[in-house]
């Protein structure tokens, strides 16, 4: 079955950090660009971050400094680690394998004292 499972969202305080993982299965993952999108209440889908099979990594101007995406493909495994979050992080956050064009289903970032 193809498909990609987010999970590792929840609520965190401000200043907080958390750890996303987005498992793969039915995709030739190690040769996908891999990568992180958001959608914050209101607003438009947003780039978050992304990692080639290379470990070529970009970042969004809004998390650049504080996320770091990284990949472990004897896993089928994308990660993103999100330090000192900010209220403005709150969003679904969904991975996205881009030689599949798969989505995830998404998991909720909740950043609130």
């Known amino acids: 079955q193809v498909q990609l499972v987010e999970s590792g969202g929840g609520l965190v305080q401000p200043g907080g950090s958390l750890r996303l993982s987005c498992a793969a299965s039915?995709?030739?993952?190690?040769?996908?660009?891999m990568g992180w999108y958001r959608r914050a209440p209101g607003k438009q889908r947003e780039e978050v971050a992304i990692?080639?099979?290379?470990?070529?990594?970009t970042y969004g101007n809004s998390v650049r400094g504080r996320f770091t995406i990284s990949r472990d493909d004897t896993k089928n495994t994308v990660y993103l680690q999100m330090n000192s979050l900010k209220p403005d992080d709150t969003a679904v956050y969904y991975c996205?394998?881009?030689?599949?064009?798969?989505w995830g289903q998404g998991t909720t970032v909740t950043v609130s004292s």
């Open positions: 990692i080639s099979p290379g470990l070529s990594t």
């Open positions: 996205y394998a881009f030689g599949d064009h798969i």
């Open positions: 039915g995709i030739e993952f190690s040769d996908n660009d």
